[in-house]
């Protein structure tokens, strides 16, 4: 599928009417955003960039943006199989995939349950443990200077209530996604080493994911690279001029 400028689409996949946008030519990159963020406000920044080399394809999943929710429990692995749902109806075998936060725990077990469905993997502001975020991200006093501010919530809300097909649904689709983020249990030792894709893992020092934890997949996974980006938080990341240094030359070969 090759198509020149921006497209917005809905595709019916697994009874979820998924929204997603197709931005450039090229080869296919899918884009999998953060929890409770939109293509726009995971990828805005860095589109125009990605889009010099790729057809890259913004997918909303259950519950975020335009698409809705539905009733079903918002897990990894269902998550994951509505976006090989949606390549599936755009007729595309493989692709490169770029997840952001909750959007490279779906790329993660996308890779893990369909292997032969990815090129190359890019996993932003990605765990792979219970373990690999810092303790005090799920302290309950939640006052962590690595935590979103704010300013960040309110700007997730601002968007969502533009696009969304009920924009006061906010709140509680958050606490439904709750137990996909509480109860990640990870991936085994062997799943990680059985990927096949090059990957590269991207973290922020002040990042959710500890670098410790970041540098010890990279040693799991064959053919992983990591890039680690200085005085950068989480929320910062899909924003710095410098991720894109890291991300395109290993996505352009």
């Known amino acids: 599928m090759t198509t020149t400028g921006t ?70 692995d269902v998550l994951a199989d509505d976006v090989v749902a949606l390549m599936d109806h755009l007729g595309l075998e493989r692709a490169d995939i770029l997840g952001y936060s909750l959007g490279g725990l779906v790329a993660t077990e996308l890779a893990v349950r369909h292997p032969g469905r990815v090129d190359r993997l890019v996993l932003v502001a990605t765990h792979f443990r219970p373990d690999g975020y810092h303790p005090e991200i799920f302290d309950p006093r939640q006052d962590s200077p690595l935590l979103p501010t704010e300013a960040h919530f309110a700007e997730m809300q601002r968007a969502y209530a533009a696009v969304a097909p009920d924009p006061d649904h906010f709140e509680a689709f958050l606490e439904r996604l ?43 996974i064959p053919n992983a690279h990591l890039a680690v980006l200085p005085n950068c938080t989480h929320m910062d990341l899909m924003r710095r001029a410098d991720l894109l240094p890291a991300v395109r030359p290993f996505l352009e070969r």
């Open 7 to 76: 497209q917005g689409a809905y595709a019916t996949v697994n009874g979820l009417r998924m929204y997603y946008e197709v931005h450039g030519s090229g080869r296919p990159l899918i884009l999998l955003h953060g929890g409770m963020l939109t293509i726009d406000l995971s990828f805005g920044a860095v589109l125009p960039a990605l889009t010099e080399q790729h057809q890259a394809i913004g997918v909303e999943l259950q519950g975020h943006g335009h698409t809705e929710d539905i009733d079903r429990a918002p897990r990894l």
């Open 178 to 220: 709750q137990p996909t983020v509480v109860g990640f249990r990870g991936w085994s030792d062997e799943q990680l080493r059985a990927l096949t894709a090059p990957t590269l893992l991207v973290i922020g020092d002040r990042d959710f994911v500890r670098v410790e934890h970041a540098a010890a997949i990279h040693d799991l």
